[in-house]
């Protein structure tokens, strides 16, 4: 035996990359499967309306998928995807994707392949004018897909699947703003409604006469609010990080700056560096902004939106006024009598799912003529979205990463949620440039959210007014 | 990618819809 252990030559052997892989994600989705079981998983900071965390359930194989660095992933499959592939083999390859997942190249607004720099420029693809007509029913389809599922949300819960629900609450945010609504209780009407136009803005922003609190009668999720401090100290840290690295190259590159060298201060006009970092930390500060100032959502200032309340925008979106009844009566008393609480009599709330297969077209559209109040954005993960997760992942769509659109239409609330997924994380807002999705950091900040009002685009209206069929935006790639 | 509508309607609503019915912009999903 001394022989043998002393004599023995050891020879050592690489382990093939693949297998170490496995073993790594067999490990990691060994330890979520053990932190979802003990309620510390993905969902720790999203509670349902029972004020229980939300979790991670289903078969083995969706805590395989869920230990794989999706976010990371779904970054590195948008940059491959906007790299410049040469002209030459552009129509190829375009042609080869529409062939593998089904696209229809007729429909296209822009039939010539070679104009599409890269495979996300051609997954962004517009359709050509009057590809799509607009049916005439009150509500129709935002975007080319499959109908996953559809019907009566029953007890504030949403079924994913036959037999899987998830909670509205948690899908939505719902949260509350008491101290606007205190302040419009208890005074006479003459004083309500002169406060009502006097806090305009403030209730169109906190939604006094519109919250989903009022609207479901409740008042929950406020720990959904992502944790003030938390965010500006990370984003903080991160931003002086980054601010600090540029700095360091501008200082190494200073020695041939001739302005350096005689002492003179380095110029202060802002560069893209510095908007980009500001964007970030603008964005990331959101809801910091949002808790500190008694939740009052940030504005967006320059957020590509129409000049508020000309002729033309007016006219523009006459039939979405119509419906509102804004022009019948002042549009502070429209729809909402103060106070009221809950669905209008007679009422219920609905739920209908479209998903977006990768040959679908991937911009969507406005499904009704509605106003769009505010915009939440959720931060989360990038679990693929397919029937094949969705049949299988529970509070699928409550962990994914989402921004959801909050408004009203002719019939009262009205809320559209685009859900972002590994192969597009990015969801694109047409009237809100403030808006980034799939960042870096974000995992840290999972189950959060930030929100924005949408209330400068149109005074009268309160929000930003949607006509059916109007494009608001997309998927992107990565 | 996925997209979630949940919206307030009079209770007489009906989608007409079925289940992984394949759908385009623009096309009915119920009335009233």
Request: net charge neutral; proline share 6%.
């Amino acid at each position: 035996l001394s022989k043998s252990w002393t004599g023995t030559q050891i020879k050592w052997y690489p382990i093939p990359i693949l297998l170490g892989a496995v073993v790594l994600v067999g490990v990691q989705a060994r330890r979520n499967y053990v932190a979802e079981r003990d309620g510390k998983g993905v969902g720790t900071k999203i509670v349902d309306e029972n004020g229980q965390v939300v979790r991670m359930q289903g078969p083995w194989t969706v805590y395989v998928i869920g230990a794989l660095p999706l976010n990371a992933i779904s970054r590195a499959w948008g940059w491959a995807n906007n790299l410049t592939l040469p002209v030459w083999f552009r129509p190829f390859g375009f042609k080869l994707y529409a062939y593998i997942f089904g696209c229809n190249l007729d429909e296209m607004k822009d039939p010539d392949l070679t104009h599409y720099k890269s495979l996300g420029e051609f997954f962004y693809r517009e359709l050509k004018e009057g590809a799509r007509k607009i049916d005439d029913s009150i509500l129709v389809s935002p975007a080319d897909g499959k109908v996953l599922h559809f019907g009566e949300i029953a007890g504030r819960r949403v079924e994913q699947v036959k037999g899987i629900t998830y909670s509205l609450d948690a899908l939505l945010g719902v949260t509350s703003a008491p101290e606007a609504t205190e302040s419009v209780v208890g005074k006479s009407e003459e004083e309500t409604q002169h406060a009502r136009i006097d806090d305009r803005q403030f209730a169109s922003v906190n939604g006094i006469d519109y919250t989903l609190d009022e609207l479901l009668g409740d008042e929950k999720s406020k720990s959904a609010m992502p944790d003030p401090d938390e965010v500006k100290k990370r984003k903080s840290k991160w931003t002086r990080f980054v601010k600090a690295s540029y700095w360091k190259s501008w200082v190494k590159r200073a020695p041939s700056d001739p302005a350096n060298a005689t002492g003179v201060a380095p110029s202060t006009k802002p560069t893209d560096f510095d908007s980009a970092a500001d964007a970030d930390a603008d964005d990331g500060e959101e809801g910091s902004a949002d808790a500190t100032t008694k939740k009052q959502p940030k504005q967006i200032d320059d957020a590509g939106m129409p000049e508020p309340d000309t002729p033309e925008v007016l006219g523009r979106y006459a039939n979405v006024a119509y419906e509102m009844g804004v022009g019948a009566l002042p549009p502070l008393l429209q729809p909402h009598s103060p106070g009221q609480k809950g669905l209008k009599e007679g009422n219920k709330l609905f739920f209908c799912v479209i998903y977006l297969a990768p040959g679908d077209y991937h911009r969507f559209h406005s499904p009704t003529n509605w106003v769009a109040e505010r915009r939440r954005h959720f931060r989360g993960e990038l679990y693929s979205v397919s029937p094949y997760m969705a049949n299988r992942l529970s509070n699928l769509f409550v962990l994914n990463e989402r921004v959801a659109l909050l408004g009203r239409w002719r019939h009262g609330f009205f809320g559209m949620v685009p859900v972002g997924a590994t192969n597009v994380g990015s969801i694109r807002i047409n009237f809100d440039k403030a808006l980034r999705t799939n960042v870096r950091m974000q995992r840290y900040l999972a189950g959060t959210y930030s929100e924005a009002s949408y209330s400068g685009a149109s005074k009268l209206l309160g929000g930003q007014p949607l006509g059916a069929g109007d494009e608001m935006g997309g998927f992107l790639l990565g | 990618s996925t997209i979630v509508l949940v919206f307030e309607a009079p209770s007489d609503f009906r989608f007409d819809l079925k289940p992984d019915q394949k759908i385009k912009v623009g096309e009915r999903l119920g009335d009233i």
